[in-house]
């Protein structure tokens, strides 16, 4: 046996466990991160509240499970104190509706709320409790300094699981189409927002509010969307002062432009937001604005899409005058419109209409059935004037349904290019099957075309524009 080897191990042995611990630098940069999330944690868990709302009977849906009808029906929220005398930020949404509103704050003390003031189009609201002493107060970031990558902390109430605490990063910045308000320019997170959540702060690492909780795409998603603290700001000053958000309307139905409409609208790209229906003798009309104008800026802001053009809008104020600069046949023409308020009757989630779709195939038959619009068709289609091609039929799967074609349509008008013929598009009113017949022979065939298309509704006729992929009859 090798007494020496097993001495020097024992030796080894004594002298490894007798010497200090060595620092594990990876483990101590992990408890600075801890820390730091603690400490977050508990300077913004007193600025957030719990909402506890009572329905009015009718605006929740009865399920066979639901409670007795005359029992009174429940949902919860979450708020963010953002005024030491008792106001809170949250959601419209959880706040509309309701008979009674009642809140819980960090020291589990509950207040009767009142609603200050609401506006639906971003989905915000302000409530104010009776706390008869100064609350702690939610400090302010600067949306438009946050980047993607950057950490995001979701606080709120969950399931009604008071003042929970969820660690993420912002995947997203500036998303639409979400369907939850007119203006939509969300910060979209990884951090866990689930039902409840709704009106509480998405907080950064310095604590500070950056954005306010509003929607998830479905549960389990892994994607929450909050309105960013900016926007906010200048809604609350209104809210605070008359209850509402006065914002600018300029009289217009507006559509996204696609890669194919740029080319045959003369763009040289896919940007700005194309005009499809006018308000009657409202400041768009009145200016000089027309349908199939693409408007490009708009008080001297390049206008990237439909989204960016309600929100410049939106926050002009009602009365001031301001350029439009649009794209017409290729040429740039500006107008000085004065916009006036805009309507009460405007809802929140105006559906676009259909632009472009992927075909999943290619088909020989582009699919439509058109006849002359007649008094009697006219009637069936709930349209209001004359003129243009009726379609009677679509095929289910041919290129015109996935172009956004329907049964009672009409076609008033067709954009073409023909090449080597410059940038300038030529537009043809249609008012007869012989002007569609026309056209077609004169562009090539399979060319696509942009069409001026009108449904009748029972608010009156929409427009709008899709490009025809291939079109003939």
Do not use: C
Not at 210 to 233: E, Q, W
């Amino acid at each position: 046996m090798n007494y020496r080897f097993i001495l020097s191990m024992l030796l080894m042995l004594f002298v490894s466990s007798a010497a200090p611990a060595q620092a594990n630098p990876g483990i101590d940069y992990m408890r600075k991160i801890e820390g730091a999330f603690t400490q977050i944690a508990e300077s913004v868990k007193p600025t957030v509240v719990s909402i506890r709302a009572e329905r009015k009977k009718g605006t929740i849906q009865q399920t066979p499970r639901s409670p007795h009808p005359n029992m009174p029906l429940f949902s919860s929220g979450s708020g963010v104190i953002i005024d030491p005398a008792g106001y809170i930020l949250t959601n419209n949404h959880v706040v509309s509706n309701t008979r009674r509103l009642r809140v819980r704050l960090w020291d589990e003390s509950a207040h009767w709320a009142k609603v200050v003031g609401t506006d639906r189009y971003t989905d915000l609201a302000l409530i104010k409790i009776n706390p008869h002493r100064k609350l702690p107060v939610a400090k302010f970031g600067d949306s438009d300094k946050v980047k993607v990558g950057q950490w995001s902390i979701a606080v709120g109430d969950p399931f009604g699981i008071t003042r929970t605490f969820t660690v993420g990063v912002v995947s997203g910045m500036g998303r639409s189409g979400v369907g939850v308000a007119r203006y939509e320019h969300f910060i979209q997170t990884d951090a866990a927002i689930n039902r409840g959540n709704s009106g509480g702060p998405l907080v950064n690492i310095d604590g500070q509010v950056i954005g306010i909780n509003t929607a998830i795409p479905a549960p389990g998603s892994g994607l929450g969307f909050a309105i960013p603290v900016n926007m906010a700001k200048d809604v609350i000053k209104y809210l605070r002062r008359s209850g509402n958000f006065p914002r600018g309307y300029l009289g217009v139905s507006i559509q996204p432009v696609s890669q194919d409409m740029a080319y045959l609208l003369g763009l040289s790209g896919a940007k700005g937001a194309l005009v499809g229906s006018l308000l009657k003798d409202g400041p768009a009309e009145g200016a000089g604005i027309r349908m199939g104008d693409v408007i490009v800026r708009l008080g001297g802001t390049r206008v990237v899409d439909t989204a960016h053009l309600q929100r410049l809008v939106g926050w002009t104020p009602p009365g001031d005058a301001v350029a439009v600069e649009v794209v017409r046949n290729a040429q740039r023409k500006k107008f000085m419109v004065k916009l006036v308020r805009l309507p009460e009757q405007e809802t929140a989630n105006a559906k676009a209409q259909p632009s472009e779709i992927d075909e999943p195939e290619t088909r020989k038959n582009y699919g439509v059935a058109l006849e002359n619009l007649t008094d009697e068709l006219k009637e069936k289609g709930k349209l209001e004037t004359d003129g243009g091609v009726y379609i009677s039929d679509v095929e289910e799967g041919s290129r015109a349904y996935y172009d956004g074609l329907r049964e009672g349509m009409v076609i008033r008008g067709l954009t073409y290019r023909l090449p080597g013929n410059g940038k300038t598009p030529i537009r043809v009113s249609i008012e007869k099957l012989e002007d569609v017949e026309a056209l077609l022979k004169k562009i090539p065939a399979g060319a696509n075309v942009l069409g001026q298309v009108v449904r009748g509704t029972d608010r009156g006729e929409r427009t709008f524009f899709a490009v025809l992929h291939g079109f003939r009859r």
